[in-house]
C-alpha cells in the first residue's frame, strides 16, 4: 500500500482507505460537508467582457460607497 493519510500523513488502513481511521475520515467528510473544499469559481460576465470589477462605478466612488442619497 503506497501513500499516506491525506489528514494526518499516518500510514492508511486498508479498512478505512485512504485515511488512516475512521476519525480521519469523518473528519474529511465534515471538510468536504462545510465546504472547504471548494474551488473559487468567477462568473461568465467577467469572463466575456474581460473588464476589472467595480469598473463600472462613477469616478471617486467605490463599489459599496454611499453616494449621499443613502444616509
Do not use: K
Not at 473559487?40 to 471617486?60: I, L
Amino acid at each position: 500500500m503506497r501513500g499516506r493519510c491525506p489528514i494526518c500523513g499516518a500510514t492508511p488502513d486498508p479498512a478505512h482507505s485512504p485515511f488512516c481511521s475512521r476519525r480521519c475520515a469523518d473528519i474529511d467528510l465534515s471538510r468536504w460537508l462545510r465546504g472547504a473544499y471548494a474551488i473559487p469559481a468567477r462568473s461568465a460576465d467577467d469572463e466575456e467582457d474581460g473588464s476589472a470589477a467595480g469598473s463600472a462605478t462613477p469616478a471617486g466612488q467605490g463599489a459599496g460607497q454611499p453616494d449621499g442619497d443613502e444616509l
